[in-house]
């Protein structure tokens, strides 16, 4: 079963499997409280995580795993992950009113993505972890077999794929596309449901992504409403409304720009 948590601008997951449950990531520092609160409301309870896997090591990621990890849960960290553990510490140290807690290092279960099956074969979930750098070096993806679900982190979005031709990003994604997966959870970007056909028909295999958000833009200039721009331009109305609030919000913003941050979207 798998449950998203929505206390935080990032995405979390609670995987539970018939003998454990792992939370895949964990938001800002500061949020704790509201942890345990959308906890409450799925009927859940802290008690209830077993592991915590990170996606990377970035601060809206793993900012409150130490505190999670005091009430009973392990941080597992990839082996890849081993040296990038407190690559956030210095952005919390400036600011004291987050009560960030530093990961303690005797709470770490270290495993390989050799032995993740294992790992999450005693929890009865059926899955892998997969090393998946491209946004970070230490970035990993997990995969649930029985589900055919990929959580991604912040590795940069399937509609945005094309940008990244020949970079680690699409090394990655090509070793999780072998994977036939049905769904997609993004650490911020709403889930993707590849078997629906209006996901997949977001971008024609033709589509100039770049050429598409500036005739975007352009509908935007002249007062054009979603509607009017999705019948003009074919676009997905999700995407329409983010390029439309990237371009309003930052002025002058480049055609990258505007993709870069449509990363963040839903934050």
């Known amino acids: 079963m798998i449950t998203q948590l929505r206390y935080s601008s990032t995405n979390t997951y609670l995987i539970s499997g018939e003998k ?11 949020t704790f409280p509201l942890l345990c609160r959308a906890l409450g409301e799925s009927r859940l309870r802290l008690q209830d995580i077993n592991y915590v896997i990170i996606s990377h090591f970035h601060p809206d990621h793993m900012g409150i795993a130490q505190q999670i990890a005091d009430n009973g849960a392990v941080i597992a960290v990839c082996d890849v992950q081993l040296g990038h553990i407190h690559d956030s510490d210095s952005i919390f140290e400036r600011d004291k009113r987050s009560g960030f807690v530093p990961i303690d290092d005797g709470n770490v279960k270290v495993i390989s993505a050799a032995q993740s099956r294992q790992f999450l074969k005693e929890l009865g979930i059926n899955g892998e972890i997969i090393h998946t750098p491209g946004h970070s070096d230490d970035s990993i993806s ?5 589900e055919k679900t990929l959580f991604v982190g912040d590795l940069p979005p399937l509609y945005e794929l094309d940008l990244y031709n020949g970079t680690q990003v699409w090394e990655s994604w090509q070793k999780l596309l072998a994977l036939k997966p049905e769904r997609v959870c993004y650490g911020h970007a709403k889930t993707a449901d590849l078997t629906d056909k209006t996901e997949k028909m977001q971008f024609p295999d033709d589509a100039d992504i770049y050429a598409l958000v500036k005739k975007i833009t352009k509908f935007v200039d002249k007062g054009c ?13 999700a995407f329409i409304r983010d390029v439309s609030r990237m371009y309003v919000t930052h002025p002058g913003v480049s055609v990258q720009g505007i993709l870069d941050r449509i990363e963040i979207k839903d934050k």
Do not use: N, S, Y
């Open 20 to 30: 454990g449950c792992v939370l895949f990531d964990t938001g800002w520092a500061g």
């Open 142 to 146: 997990l995969w649930l077999d029985d």
């Open 225 to 237: 409403d979603e509607g009017a721009i999705a019948a003009k331009t074919g676009a997905d109305a």
